[in-house]
């Protein structure tokens, strides 16, 4: 079973950036598409980014395209997500997730099917 573990996230003021990172213990990293999703407080969880298995397709919700840019690292088994211009309303609870034969980028959750256990971002006004 592939295991996704996130960090990097932490508490920044408006306008910072931060780098999240996603680590799979896939052997076949390189197989998945992936994606990051966030959950606010009392909110559902919401699509940010997806990336394709070989890098070459990505996708962005609207509200964080041109802030937010992923990335993956098959030699490292990892997918990024770098996030500049933060707002507040970026705090949230991010997850990684991961769909196994993706040859797309996916901004459904149903379309995933293997989940990490969140790292929480908090953005200060």
């Known amino acids: 079973q592939v295991q996704l573990v996130e960090s990097g996230g932490g508490l920044v003021q408006a306008g910072g950036s931060l780098r999240l990172s996603c680590a799979a213990s896939a052997r076949a990293f390189s197989n998945y598409a992936m994606g990051w999703f966030r959950q606010a407080p009392g909110k559902e969880r919401e699509f940010v980014a997806a990336?394709?298995?070989?890098?070459?397709?990505?996708v962005y919700a609207d509200s964080v395209k041109g802030r937010f840019t992923i990335s993956r690292d098959n030699a490292k088994n990892t997918v990024y997500l770098q996030m500049n211009s933060l707002k507040p309303e970026d705090t949230a609870v991010y997850y990684c997730?991961?769909?196994?034969?993706?040859?797309?980028?996916?901004?459904?959750?149903?379309?995933?099917?293997?989940w990490g256990q969140g790292t929480q971002v908090t953005v200060s006004s």
């Open positions: 997730a991961a769909r196994l034969y993706g040859a797309q980028a996916y901004s459904d959750y149903a379309d995933y099917h293997i």
């Open positions: 990336i394709s298995w070989s890098g070459g397709s990505t």
